[in-house]
Antibody, heavy 119, light 112 residues
Framework: QVTLKESGPGILQPSQTLSLTCSFS??????????VGWIRQSSGKGLEWLAN???????YYNPSLKNRLTISKDTSNNQAFLKITNMDTADTATYYC???????????WGQGVMVTVSS | DVVLTQTPSTLSATIGQSVSISCRSS???????????LYWYLQRPGQSPQLLIY???NLGSGVPNRFSGSGSGTDFTLKISGVEAEDLGVYYC?????????FGGGTKLELK
């Protein structure tokens, strides 16, 4: 059974760095073709893909967030991480992590973690 | 970035009715290897999105066969043959052919 769960600070101030953790089970990020991605959703709005990290440590980022994103993984502990620097109120959203395989993008999602940026 | 335009933005249906949602892309989603990376997701109220359809027309694991996907190039359709109450929510298409991945704006399915 594949499960994912996000964790994060809940609230932070503008200009701070957001650190998110995705803890998962039921698959391994050392297995060929596996990937974990991060997607966010602002309140009442649509979905925005942020970044992916693959089993071979290939990383892909959404250029719209320029150089603010860093994705990483800890294969031994079945975790993936996302850091976003210089957070702004516009980054207030629910952040999801999701698994992808070779053909099935985001076939399992976490419950999401709400992050509020406020002074 | 590839823009995915979903229509309609809101869809009212009765239980048992068949409905279709359109997803139109600003660029062809057919890649040089002949693959089309177009996906459909359903986000029920208060829940995370769930995968319905992958690679245009393949049913996700555990997804009822009243859902079907079709299309090619720039025009894609999700059809629900006989809406059930559990199908209510917001439907999103997503493309992964061109970087970055992008989602459509969503179609809200509600009860008439």
């Amino acid at each position: 059974q594949v499960t994912l769960k996000e964790s994060g600070p809940g609230i932070l101030q503008p200009s701070q760095t957001l650190s998110l953790t995705c803890s998962f089970s039921g698959f391994s990020l050392s297995t060929y073709g596996m990937c974990v991605g991060w997607i966010r959703q602002s309140s009442g709005k649509g979905l925005e893909w942020l970044a992916n990290i693959w089993w071979n440590d290939d990383k892909y980022y959404n250029p719209s967030l320029k150089n603010r994103l860093t994705i990483s993984k800890d294969t031994s502990n079945n975790q993936a991480f996302l850091k976003i620097t210089n957070m702004d109120t516009a980054d207030t959203a629910t952040y999801y992590c999701a698994r992808s395989g070779v053909t099935t993008d985001f076939d399992y999602w976490g419950q999401g973690v709400m992050v509020t940026v406020s002074s | 970035d590839v823009v995915l335009t979903q229509t309609p933005s809101t869809l009212s249906a009765t239980i048992g009715q068949s409905v279709s949602i359109s997803c139109r892309s600003s660029q062809s989603l057919l890649d040089s290897a002949g693959n089309t990376y177009l996906y459909w997701y359903l986000q029920r109220p208060g829940q995370s999105p769930q995968l319905l359809i992958y690679l245009v027309s393949n049913l996700g694991s555990g997804v009822p066969n009243r859902f079907s996907g079709s299309g090619s190039g720039t025009d894609f359709t999700l059809k629900i043959s006989g809406v059930e109450a559990e199908d209510l929510g917001v439907y999103y298409c997503m493309q992964a052919t061109h970087a970055p991945r992008t989602f459509g704006g969503g179609t809200k399915l509600e009860l008439k």
